[in-house]
């Protein structure tokens, strides 16, 4: 049925939650001297970093975006954590004969660290990051663009991931979409978009292939 599972990377394989939640608000504390509630930042988790930033000051973008990412990756390696059974599930994908790859917002250099500390940048067959596409997501594109490299029909792909951001970019590219219940959004807001799957732990992505 599938000829490729594609990952969104932050919160469906790579528990960076309380790292970026603390990069934003150190960030925003020290630019606009606001505390920004946990559930305000996670609105916006999958978003493009400066398209978040800009949010709340169009004006101190840069600035607060070179604070934003001296902060994250001061902090990153201390503060990820691998999703339960991630590299498990990879490994066997793979075993069966499935392309795997990530298809994040993420800087790319950033989004390949995260994925070599776990040992899982051998894995993949594809990586795109906000560097690749001029649209991101809900906008298909990356999607779109990780099926031109594997030479796959989107219509082949089930796209894995946490946002309401990633189960509109799947079925914008004609994919199916895979929602993992451990998400930190709203759980009923997300299922609300209609993913075509609903998992609650990524070893039952070999259930569905």
């Not at 949010?55 to 973008?61: P, T």
């Not at 004969?97 to 899982?120: C, D, P, Q, W």
């Not at 999607?143 to 490299?149: P, V």
């Amino acid at each position: 049925m599938f000829k490729a599972v594609l990952f969104d990377l932050d919160g469906t394989l790579l528990d960076t939650n309380q790292l970026i939640i603390s990069s934003y608000k150190h960030t925003i504390k020290k630019h606009l001297n606001r505390d920004l509630d946990d559930k305000e930042i996670v609105r916006y988790f999958g978003e493009p970093l400066r398209l978040t930033l800009e949010r709340y000051d169009k004006e101190k973008v840069e600035e607060m975006y070179e604070t934003y990412v001296k902060y994250n990756e001061e902090k990153h390696d201390s503060m990820i954590k691998l999703m339960d059974n991630a590299k498990e599930t990879l490994e066997e994908l793979k075993n069966r004969g499935i392309k795997i790859g990530v298809v994040t917002s993420k800087r790319k250099h950033m989004a390949e660290r995260g994925l070599k500390y776990f040992n899982l940048l051998e894995l993949m067959d594809v990586i795109i990051a906000m560097e690749d596409t001029s649209e991101h997501k809900p906008n298909p594109q990356p999607l779109l663009e990780a099926c031109r490299r594997l030479d796959i029909s989107p219509s082949e792909v089930l796209y894995v991931g946490d946002s309401h951001y990633d189960i509109q970019c799947g079925k914008n590219a004609g994919s199916k979409t895979c929602l993992v219940k451990y998400t930190v959004l709203d759980l009923n807001e997300v299922l609300s978009y209609h993913p075509d799957f609903v998992i609650d732990g990524l070893r039952q992505l070999l259930e569905i292939i």
